[in-house]
């Protein structure tokens, strides 16, 4: 299918450690990897999550001299300092970084939401409120 769908929510323990969901770390292999690449969401306080191909397709896509500073900074450039890899171990749990709990503002639980080429992961609370948001943007408003 090679598409993250869906969501799931699972609980962090004390270290950190959380289960990735089943058809999450099927669709990783299904592009070619068993870990993906975490880092703080451009546009939200949730943990964008990304397969290395698709990091690869970002940087060669970007103009070469921001790799220097030179032009325009990029997602890719603004971020590529800031990710951790994480592979799930064979249970299927992985660690997630303290500084991308903390900045998501994960406190115990762990939504993952699929969205299509990659996931996130958010406070349930806060993927809620962000849900409602974004389908807010999108029905349009009855007329009175």
């Known amino acids: 299918m090679r598409s993250f769908l869906s969501s799931f929510t699972f609980k962090i323990d004390a270290k950190g450690r959380v289960s990735i969901p089943a058809a999450f770390r099927t669709t990783l292999v299904e592009f070619g990897s068993k870990e993906f690449l975490a880092f703080r969401s451009p546009t939200a306080r949730s943990i964008h999550c990304v397969t290395p191909q698709l990091i690869e397709q970002l940087t060669a896509a970007q103009n070469p001299l921001a790799a220097f500073g030179i032009g325009d900074p990029t997602l890719a450039t603004v971020s590529l300092p800031e990710i951790d890899p994480i592979e799930p171990d064979p249970d299927g749990r992985a660690?997630?970084?303290?500084?991308?709990?903390?900045?998501?503002?994960?406190?115990?639980?762990?939504?993952?939401?699929?969205?299509?080429?990659?996931?996130?992961?958010?406070?349930?609370?806060?993927?809620?409120?962000?849900?409602?948001?974004?389908?807010?943007?999108?029905?349009?408003?009855?007329?009175?």
Do not use: C, K, N
Not at 120 to 126: D, L, R
């Open 95 to 144: 660690v997630l970084p303290r500084h991308l709990i903390d900045y998501a503002g994960l406190d115990g639980m762990a939504l993952f939401a699929g969205r299509g080429s990659y996931f996130e992961i958010w406070a349930p609370a806060a993927f809620d409120t962000h849900q409602h948001a974004l389908r807010q943007r999108l029905v349009p408003r009855e007329q009175p």
